[in-house]
């Protein structure tokens, strides 16, 4: 079965922090998939799930998670073999100054 990493960004949420309110992320993750549109899919639901369970879904003063998805790029067995991608976690980031 292929495997796909999947570049994901997300916008329209309004987290608490320290300094600035958290407006979006950006993050990737490697799937399975038998075809690009099954791997999308699969990265959406794997993000979702996260967001509920890792707590961000209560702390968010907006919506949910607008997700868009930057890109998706094919795995060769080489790069699957050389190469680690992140199972969970997320880039965050502020409004720019």
Do not use: C
């Not at 799937?31 to 549109?37: F, N, Y």
């Not at 699969?42 to 996260?50: D, G, H, L, S």
């Amino acid at each position: 079965m292929p495997t796909y990493d999947v570049i994901i960004n997300a916008t329209g949420i309004d987290l608490p922090s320290v300094d600035d309110p958290i407006i979006g992320f950006t993050t990737s993750r490697r799937i399975k998939a038998p075809d690009e549109q099954e791997a999308i899919k699969a990265a959406k639901t794997a993000i979702a799930i996260e967001w509920r369970d890792g707590g961000y879904q209560a702390r968010n003063r907006a919506s949910a998670p607008h997700v868009d998805i930057e890109g998706i790029v094919p795995l060769s067995l080489w790069k699957r073999l050389t190469t680690k991608a992140p199972k969970r976690g997320f880039t965050f980031y502020t409004l720019p100054e």
